[in-house]
């Protein structure tokens, strides 16, 4: 269906672009992996015989739901599949579920498939109709897993567990070669995930950001997940010497400048080591007051919330999603892994956080707009994929030929119902996901088109 020869148009009772207004009854055109025209069916196939792609063959397929951009989960951890069952207990705080991860990761007897699990990882995305991820490995062998499915996005080295002295002799070297032996797993773009300023020190901080940018490639932190991330704001500690000072001193790491009392958040802290920048987005973000949230709109830094995770992992509350959304951060969604997470779609993620942005005060009514467009473009945009010969998250021409199809009722009667279409879809659009078209490739489909 995507030879050389050939136009595929795809139409839909409903298509959303996300850059641009919907289109009931509209069509996608896609010819060698791109998206070559967008609009109503009348026009598009209009377009394709007056234009550069007359002599061409065309092939129509239709669905009776909702097309739009393919899915995009800005922050994921393939390798984990298999341990699932770490998800599936109940703690009572983050340290606890911390144990439990550890007592299966660190367990040299059992036997870990990261490559299986990853793949596996991989294609339930793509079951899901996400097209493109910001996956972190940390083994080798999970390196490959984007490339698995074809699909689109960053694979994250993670960097954990580093002290100053050590990585000051050993780590730029280590990561260098580590580096070079996941290039070799088939892996069409790399990045490097400092883990936590909970988990490094202060010099592998320093130097993570630098080496990354020296290489062009992006960065991705695990960042205001946990409570020992929070800054006091307290009136009558806020003001405090340490408070005034800290900026001035070297800290050997994040937790040695929270021992000496001082209200800092680990946003305010990495910041301050120049680590912050567009080139990054953070994973979590729970803990973020509004100067946290100054500091990342400012630097550019996009955030990933991940919703259930938190929950499950016990960060102790929920992400301020509606300060997010009201003071114009750039905000994406996140599954995390299936060892904090009930399932990868991303839409379940969706759900949640339409409910949380509500309970916490959003009541503006393109609510449901912005988080379709948090699930697609936002989540290109805090990769960086937005712009470019291979932008994705939205459909437009030019843009990569990633689509998802999903089963959705459609209502265009009047304006309120299609406003409740679009509540549907991230309210209930879980599990609805019928077709995944990446690169203008068919990878996956529910009997949606004939074979």
Known sequence: MNDLNTVVVY?????????????????????????????????VLEALSEGSLRAHRIVEHHFDGVLLPGLVNAHTHFQYTGMASVGEGTYNNFQEWSDAFDTIYDDDSLHKPWRQWAHEGARQLVRYGTTAAADIATDLGAAGAL?????????????????????????????????????????????????????????????????????????????????????????????????????????????????????????????QLGSLGPDIHIAHGVYANAEDRRILRQRGVGVALCPRSNRITCTQK????????????????????????????????????????????????????????????????????????QRIGQINAGAMADLAFLDIPVDLSSDAAYENTLERIVREGAGTNRATIIAGRVAYNDNVFAE
């Open 11 to 43: 139409s839909a009772s409903l298509v959303l672009p996300v850059t641009a207004p919907a289109l009931p009854g509209g069509s996608v055109a896609v010819y060698q992996g791109r998206v070559v025209h967008v609009g109503t069916r009348s026009w």
């Open 147 to 271: 490339h698995s499915q074809g699909m689109h996005g960053i694979t994250y080295w993670e960097v954990m567990g580093w002290e100053n002295e050590k990585w000051r002799s050993l780590g730029p070297e280590w990561l260098r070669d580590q580096l070079v032996q996941a290039s070799q797993q088939d892996v069409a773009e790399l990045g490097i995930s400092p883990h936590a300023p909970y988990s490094l020190d202060s010099a592998p901080f320093l130097d993570l950001p630098d080496i990354a940018r020296g290489m062009g490639m992006r960065l991705h932190i695990h960042l205001g997940e946990t409570p020992s991330e929070a800054a006091d704001d307290s009136s009558d500690q806020l003001y405090s010497p340490v408070e005034r000072s800290w900026r001035s001193h070297h800290w050997n790491s994040y937790p040695q400048l929270k021992s000496t009392g001082a209200h800092v958040s680990a946003i305010q802290f990495v910041d």
């Open 318 to 389: 929920d992400a301020p999603v509606a300060d997010y959304l009201r003071e114009g951060n750039l905000v994406s969604v996140g599954t995390d892994s299936l060892s904090s997470s009930p399932s990868l779609d991303v839409l379940d993620d969706v759900a949640v956080l339409y409910d949380l942005a509500r309970e916490q005060g959003y009541n503006r009514s393109d609510l449901s707009h912005r988080l379709i467009r948090m699930m697609t473009l936002g989540g290109a945009e805090v990769m960086g994929l937005n712009v470019g010969s």
